[in-house]
């Protein structure tokens, strides 16, 4: 696979991560407010997910989602993680580390693809700067 396909690969996979936890969040979040904001990250993270599922398709290569295991282990771990604390201050503190660590790949892979389409390039970055503004938003649910 080559750089162009292993960067929106993984833009595919971290909007799709994106798309399922916050889904799941919005039933278990208990703050109207909150829940409205999870509704608007949720459009977005749909959003670039679609685009990272067109360019690839366009492109000719397959989509890569998330493995079932990584899917039902997401699950149970947010289950889990809410079942004593389902405040919009726990679920922000669950969701920015979340971003956090989809920054962090973005970043990196930005880097090692820095040869990639500038289009796709442009989707990643549209994606880092997402996350990094959902970590700023977020703040104010702690």
Do not use: C, W
């Not at 989809?102 to 930005?110: D, M, R, V, Y």
């Amino acid at each position: 696979m080559n750089g162009n396909a292993e960067l929106l690969n993984f833009v595919y996979q971290n909007s799709q991560m994106g798309v399922n936890t916050i889904s799941q969040l919005i039933d278990i979040a208990e703050d109207d407010e909150f829940k409205r904001h999870l509704e608007s990250q949720l459009r977005e993270y749909q959003e670039i997910h679609t685009a990272a599922k067109n360019a690839l398709n366009k492109a000719g290569y397959d989509e890569k989602g998330l493995s079932a295991f990584e899917q039902i282990r997401t699950y149970f771990m947010v289950n889990l993680q809410t079942l004593t604390d389902r405040s919009s201050s726990h679920i922000a503190e669950m969701l920015i580390i979340g971003s956090n660590m989809g920054i962090i790949n973005a970043i990196k892979n930005l880097r090692k693809y820095e040869d990639a389409e500038p289009s796709i390039r442009d989707l990643m970055d549209r994606l880092l700067k997402f996350e990094e503004n959902n970590v700023r938003q977020l703040k104010n649910f702690l």
